[in-house]
């Protein structure tokens, strides 16, 4: 089943509409490569090589990118596509072809002269390889490689004075050492041509500093409210000469670690290699379903603290999340039938359990985790059920019980008796979270004082999820034979959801209930917003049909996108239609109107789950899914976006490609389609 993506001149009638679209590959360990279609940069994240110190954190920007130029005769022709703060290179006007075939491929052509370059990364190394494969024409010809380097944050710019390398060359390597007083050094190599020094190159008041890349302009980071300005530093050139009709193969490697002697195709065959094989595992045999399982690998990566595999919630900046990675472990590791890397993923969190809770995120080395989140322990338990549900022999149940159990029990029991940030289970069973600054569901924005949506009180999914962790460790408990009452509090908290969080007006449920006005006072908020979708399409549920039926029907006529589900209903008066600008407006949206792909997944599940799987929903929730074909082959190429705009949900915002964005909609699709659908719909 072919899987690339192909992408023709159209794409990139100009430097600008083709720097809306980019690709991504990863290395397993947090590091990544990542560029524009067209070959430049278009925002701050974007390199060959964004390496991982101690992975998955850490990272950094260490090689920019090869720019090729190209001289005929007398003639001489730059392929660099990259705008500056004044004005711009056209190189993308040379590009023929550009082909995302699990990685990224470059087809040039220059009069006669036709290029080939790849890029891929060497798995579990922080090494990437960029090949060249190039045919020559009736005249010689040289073609010159610039490589480009850096030593910085992929979420921060260089100033020029800061970029002071030691540099060494010897033969076919270059070694750089940064001025910043890093251990780290920077490994370079060529298999073919010559380097020429470019600080012996003429300089006058009408030509540039060599040595230097000047004033790249990122137009993404500006329209953010950045300055997105740039510099690299490009202390040599390498030249390759080709005789008229020769053929050449040729390719540079960078890395932090040392360089070995693995020709660089052979890197090109190892990772496409692999990524078959994770196709082939998942067995799917359907184009949509095979590029997201592919898209699913670049998250699963290996966590140095624990020697375990973790999840990165999101490129180009986010870490490992503990609420997004047991979102979207079940289609990242278990529709991909990836189940020792979802085991590993649920022991690497145990391991990091504190008063009752696992972290909402871990920052760079040397920081401690941050457990301001009241979901991602429950979500924990509904990793855990999947897991089982997937797998399920004893040796699973074994796992489960040695080493993810006691976690569990430590969890309820905390939320029971109360612990950080206010969590805590009330006489009615349902779990209350968060108070003044707090910020404790996925709805988490704050700004300075400023709790953007506080959600203070009884939140709606929460009570969900602490009624689905009950049923879990019921299950759990009569297997292992633990005598604790699990199924008694489950039905207290089932009935005291029924009678609190039903909002006949809007015929659906509330958000939040008994929240906080201070002097006493507590009430409901009756804003509609996607939350509730997880007390339908959750394991184990609590409502009656009817109002299941209620909350869907609801969700999609107030919420509902193709690419994913607004964070507030379009009536509200507080509806945010976009997301873009300053900071500080963006952060006013992000929860306010902002539609987020990850629970079309839920709303998917749901839609089927209350119409019965009949023919005609499973038919309509293909088309949902499948409605992300287009957008899979616009912004990150192959990847699903964190967020879009409320109104005309199409540019993808924020991240762009998230592990729960993609983690969902292959799950939804591989468990709510797949399996349902009758031939006539399959045709």
Partial sequence: ??????????????????????????????????????????????????????????????????????????????????????????????????????????????EDVSIRKTIAMEYGRNTVTVCYEVTGGREHTTLKLVPLFNYRSPGEASEKGNLIFETEQTGKTLKLVPGS?????????????????????????????????????????????????????????????????????????????????????????????????????????????????????????????????????????????????????????????RFGDAREILESFSKYVRNGLIPNMFPDDGQEPLYNTVDASLWYFHSVHEYLRYTGSPEDYRFIEEKIYPQLKEIVSAYNAGTDFSISMDEDGLIRAGGGLDQVTWMDVRVGEWVVTPRHGKPVEINALWYNALCVMAELAERFGDTEPYDALARTVRESFNRRFWNEEAECLYDVVDVDQGHGLLKNDGRIRPNQIWAVSLPFTMLPAEKEQAVVGTVYKHLYTPYGLRSLSFE????????????????????????????????????????????????????????????????????????????????????????????EILRAYTEDVLPYLSESVNQ
């Fill in 572 to 663: 509200d008066p507080e509806y945010k239609p976009r997301y873009i600008g300053k900071l500080i407006d963006r952060d006013g949206a992000y929860h306010m109107g902002t539609v987020w792909a990850f629970p079309l997944g839920a709303f998917i599940s749901a839609y089927c789950r209350v119409n019965g799987y009949s023919e005609e929903a499973v038919s309509a929730a293909k088309e949902m899914c499948e409605v992300f074909e287009d957008h899979l082959q616009d912004g990150a190429i192959g990847g699903i976006a964190e967020i879009f705009d409320g109104e005309f949900a199409c540019t993808g915002r924020g991240c762009f490609s998230q592990a729960w964005s993609v983690g």
């Fill in 1 to 110: 089943m072919e899987r690339a993506y192909v992408l023709g001149r159209s794409a990139w009638r100009t430097i600008e509409e083709g720097n809306e679209r980019e690709w991504l590959i990863g290395n397993g360990i947090g590091g990544y490569a990542s560029h524009s279609v067209p070959g430049g940069g278009f925002r701050m994240s974007h390199g060959y090589l964004v390496a991982s110190t101690k992975a998955p954190v850490n990272r950094v920007l260490v090689f920019t990118r090869t720019q090729e130029q190209v001289q005929i005769g007398d003639k001489s022709y730059d392929l660099t596509s990259q705008q500056y703060v004044n004005w711009k290179k056209d190189g993308q006007h040379y590009l023929r072809r550009f082909k995302l075939d699990t990685v990224p491929e470059y087809h040039y052509q220059v």
């Fill in 181 to 337: 007083r890093t251990e780290t050094a920077i490994h370079f190599m060529t298999s073919e041509g010559e380097y020429v020094d470019r600080s012996t190159f003429p300089v006058t008041m009408a030509t540039p500093p060599y040595l230097y890349e000047e004033a790249h302009y990122y137009k993404f980071e500006n329209r953010n409210g950045f300055m997105g300005v740039d510099y690299h530093y490009t202390p040599y050139e390498i030249q390759i000469a080709l005789k008229p009709y020769e053929k050449k193969a040729f390719y540079v490697k960078c890395s932090i670690d040392s360089l070995d002697d693995k020709d660089g195709f052979a890197i090109v065959r190892e990772y496409k290699q692999r990524m078959d094989g994770l196709v082939a595992q998942a067995g799917y045999g359907n184009r949509f379903a095979d590029r997201l399982v592919e898209a699913a690998d670049h998250f699963i990566v290996h966590r140095e603290s624990t020697g375990l595999k973790t999840v990165l919630a999101g490129y180009p900046w986010f870490t490992d999340w503990g609420r997004d990675t047991m979102i979207a472990m079940q289609g990242l590791a278990l529709s991909t039938k």
